[in-house]
């Protein structure tokens, strides 16, 4: 067997490192994102009930976990008494810590991930699905979101923010914007084309928009074969593989390369620093990038959970993290500032239109996908 690429990014910062075992001859490697910080919250003396009681919640690390803090965390433990244990990561490791309890006294008592991570941590029996009746804010969740979270006929999670995923350019390299996907491949932009690997939330979603165009699916062999054809049109052309958020940040600040497929989120981030950066929503549909937060089977704290769920669901607290990380939010009840309404497009509407990974064909078919991907671009 031929050995696979190897993929040493630095510590995600935020959603989308899929956890994958690969072969490398007669070896197994878990490429995860190691390693985990503790932040107890601050005095959660508050007002009313569960004084003296803890929970334990997971946020991906960097910028974004710092606003869930102020956000969702801060406000909570004030009104409930309740104190929070934030743990900061990456959904796979916090994904390797469920599977190493087994179902058994959860390391977290509510956990976030996105789509990859849920369905291998639903296929081992880690999550308990939800009791949507003791959700005071279920009915203003968004619909399409929930049934992303919707598996076997059960609902495991609450969406918590939702992005899109779409051309990331420079705006100071590349005049005319680019309009759909297929324009990544114009030769203009040989040599300045950054691709993320499938292994990477970033780079399987832009692989599944190129199966989608013309009505492709992912469990259908043939459209997949015809993807990885229209890939190898960049080979010679990409100047970098990002394998995480700040290295999409790095690679393009540094001129490395002038467009990714990436989030709508994390370029109006980047252009509200007054970076010279760009996004397109492709005409031919986004790729939906959903997070959402579950309740670990072996959770002790099941009832303080719920009620932590159900301040995370709310349109008052997901407004000011929404408007925040620029992606829209679970509950369809927000009123958006004109800012953000201008610039995010969001809602059901836009839902339905995007493509979203079929991760129940890509989860077991991601080692060989990957391998594939390694061969065009060795």
């Known amino acids: 067997m031929r050995s696979v690429l190897s993929y040493r990014p630095r510590r995600p910062r935020g959603r989308g490192y899929l956890p994958v075992v690969v072969s490398a001859g007669t070896a197994t490697v878990l490429a995860v994102a190691t390693g985990c910080s503790v932040d107890t919250g601050g005095d959660s ?6 004084k003296g009681e803890q929970i334990t919640v997971t946020a991906f690390a960097g910028e974004w976990g710092e606003l869930f803090k102020k956000s969702f965390v801060k406000p909570f433990e004030k009104d409930t008494g309740i104190k929070v244990n934030v743990v900061y990561g990456a959904d796979s490791g916090f994904l390797t810590k469920l599977r190493a309890a087994g179902g058994k006294d959860a390391p977290f008592d509510v956990v976030a991930l996105t789509p990859g991570s849920l369905h291998q941590a639903v296929g081992g029996d880690l999550l308990q699905p939800l009791k949507t009746a003791d959700l005071s804010h279920w009915k203003q969740l968004d ?6 979270s919707t598996i076997g006929g059960s609902a495991y999670g609450v969406p918590l923010t939702t992005g899109s995923n779409g051309l990331l350019y420079r705006t100071d390299k590349i005049k005319q914007a680019p309009q759909g996907w297929t324009d990544i491949f114009d030769k203009k932009y040989c040599g300045h084309v950054a691709l993320p690997p ?3 939330n970033a780079g399987l979603e832009f692989f599944s928009a190129l199966v989608s165009q013309g009505g492709g699916k992912l469990s259908n062999p043939a459209d997949v074969d015809k993807a990885f054809d229209k890939l190898a049109e960049l080979k010679g052309c990409v100047s970098a ?14 001129g490395d390369a002038w467009i990714v497929p990436f989030w709508d989120g994390r370029a109006f981030a980047m252009e509200k620093e007054g970076q010279p950066i760009g ?6 549909g986004a790729v939906g990038a959903l997070t959402s937060y579950y309740v670990p089977k072996g959770s002790q704290h099941s009832e303080a959970a719920y009620k932590f769920l159900d301040y995370l669901s709310s349109a008052q607290h997901q407004k000011p993290f929404a408007e925040g990380t620029f992606y829209g939010g679970g509950n369809d009840s927000i009123d958006y500032s004109p800012a953000f309404k201008d610039k995010v497009k969001y809602g059901e509407a836009v839902y339905k239109k995007f493509t979203w990974v079929d991760y129940k064909t890509a989860t077991p078919q991601l080692n060989e996908w990957q391998q594939r991907w390694n061969q065009i671009f060795k």
């Open 45 to 50: 003396g508050g007002s009313s009930g569960g």
């Open 143 to 148: 619909p399409v979101l929930t049934k992303q």
């Open 198 to 200: 499938l292994t990477y």
């Open 241 to 254: 593989y990002p394998a995480d958020a700040g290295s999409v940040s790095t690679v393009l600040q540094n």
């Open 279 to 284: 996004f397109t929503y492709p005409a031919s």
